[in-house]
């Protein structure tokens, strides 16, 4: 597995949280991390594409992406060699693992290539301090003819209020802060970098997908 330079302390404080949580993560994270199954069956996968994840976690999305869409190749970046132990564990030889920083990785040096036909963001944003940065990162990384998926808290306006305000408590104990203004912010990339974009809200805006293409 490679390893690429990353912020140590970022890193650290996602090896805490998931040290004891991996265990359980998969089990738990069915119960409120909404949307991601559905990203995985947009992502109209071809053999022989490659799909990159930032913020692969427990390696749980690329095991089903290799399932759902037979002959790609997968590749998972994380932060946490904490999560990764679960990655490796899960995807043993059908994939290839780096630990690394989604905001400025070197994908060639890790992944031996620089383009992917398809980048992945599932539920990493909300706990990437430099979120604008990552998101950039992940639309440079695009293949031509590639998409970004992200999918992401939304803005859950769906909710009462005051369920609202404690989903937000308590996410932040985990260090999750929703990116509310993640289509703004896709928009503007969306035009820097020449992307069509595509938003969509799911059900009482609890999650948001956002699909950038090249
Ligand atoms: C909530 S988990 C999501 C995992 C997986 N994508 C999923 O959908 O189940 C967030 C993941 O992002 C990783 N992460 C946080 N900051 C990161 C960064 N700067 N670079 C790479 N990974 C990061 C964490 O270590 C964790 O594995």
């Not at 004891?20 to 949307?35: C, E, P, S, V």
């Not at 706990?127 to 990162?137: C, F, K, N, Y």
């Amino acid at each position: 597995m490679a390893t690429a330079p990353h912020r140590p302390d970022h890193g650290a404080l996602m090896d805490q949280v998931y040290r004891g949580q991996r265990h359980i993560y998969d089990l738990t994270r069915k119960y409120y991390l909404f949307g991601r199954d559905r990203l995985i069956r947009e992502l109209d996968g071809r053999p022989g594409m490659a799909a990159l994840e930032l913020g692969c976690g427990t390696g749980r999305n690329l095991r089903l992406i290799s399932s759902s869409w037979p002959g790609m190749h997968c590749f998972g970046l994380d932060i946490s060699s904490e999560m990764l132990k679960n990655a490796r564990k899960r995807l043993g030889t059908t994939g290839t693992l780096a630990l690394g920083d989604a905001t400025s990785f070197d994908a060639p040096a890790l992944f031996g290539r620089a383009g992917f036909d398809r980048v992945v963001l599932s539920y990493a944003l909300s706990m990437i301090p430099d979120w604008q940065a990552a998101l950039t990162r992940a639309g440079a990384a695009l293949a031509p003819g590639g998409s970004l998926h992200v999918v992401d808290f939304g803005d859950c306006d769906g909710l009462p209020a005051p369920l609202r305000r404690l989903l937000d408590a308590w996410l932040a104990r985990f260090h999750v802060s929703p990116r509310r203004d993640l289509p703004e912010v896709a928009e503007r990339l969306a035009r820097a970098q020449g992307l069509r974009m595509h938003v969509l809200r799911g059900p009482l805006g609890y999650y948001q997908l956002v699909r950038l293409t090249r």
